[in-house]
Structure formats: structure tokens, C-alpha cells
Nanobody, 120 residues
Framework: QVQLLESGGGLVQAGGSRSLSCAASESISSIDIMGWYRQAPGKQREMVAV???????NYADSVKGRFTISRDNAKNTVYLQMNSLEAEDTAVYYC??????????????WGQGTQVFVSS
């Protein structure tokens, strides 16, 4: 069971920056995919950015060029650097970890979330 703890949320003005961290309870070098998702009020949870164990990344179109995901295996932490924030980025941000299995179902773990509020 991987436990994920997000931090870094808070209030930020539009155009500003914020960095989120996701600390895992065990080594992330063995976790195949880690990512950030977000859920705004009244909306479904959506993918923001993901990073594979090999370092490949993928971003939602709405954040490309503004957000950067990275991972530090030595610290068992994944980061989300958010720049040029917009009011539409206001949401609860969740960290997700996936262990891919070809034998059984993938194992998926979620953090509790951290609130980011962007004021316009």
C-alpha cells in the first residue's frame, strides 16, 4: 500500500506560480506511473500531468507550456511546478501512483488532495 501526501496548495494570484509536492511512503523508483490530477467544483476529476518511471511525461492541453511535472527518486517525491496560473486552474489537486501489472489489475493509489485557489 503506497501512501501519498500532497503539499503546497494555497491561494495564489492569477499569473503567479505555485509548486506542489507529492511525497510517497516508499520508493517511487518501482512505481510505473505517477501523476497529478485535479477536480474543480462541479466537474469531473481530470488528468493534469503524468510521468513514467522512465521519465516520459504527458500533459493536459490546458496546462502545456505552463506546468511541469518532475520526479526525484532519491526523495520519493513528485513535483508539479505551475506557472502563469489562471482562475480556471482552481481545483483540488491529487497525486496518483500506478503500479502496472500484466497479470492482475493495476494497483492505483491516490493522495488526499491539496487545494489550489487562483484569484483573478
Amino acid at each position: 500500500q503506497v501512501q501519498l501526501l500532497e503539499s503546497g496548495g494555497g491561494l495564489v494570484q492569477a499569473g503567479g506560480s505555485r509548486s506542489l509536492s507529492c511525497a510517497a511512503s516508499e520508493s517511487i523508483s518501482s512505481i510505473d506511473i505517477m501523476g497529478w490530477y485535479r477536480q474543480a467544483p462541479g466537474k469531473q476529476r481530470e488528468m493534469v500531468a503524468v510521468i513514467t518511471r522512465g521519465g516520459m511525461t504527458n500533459y493536459a492541453d490546458s496546462v502545456k507550456g505552463r506546468f511541469t511535472i518532475s520526479r526525484d527518486n532519491a526523495k520519493n517525491t513528485v513535483y508539479l511546478q505551475m506557472n502563469s496560473l489562471e482562475a480556471e486552474d482552481t481545483a483540488v489537486y491529487y497525486c496518483k501512483a500506478v503500479r502496472v501489472s500484466t497479470v492482475t489489475a493495476n494497483k492505483v493509489y491516490w493522495g488526499q488532495g491539496t487545494q489550489v485557489f487562483v484569484s483573478s
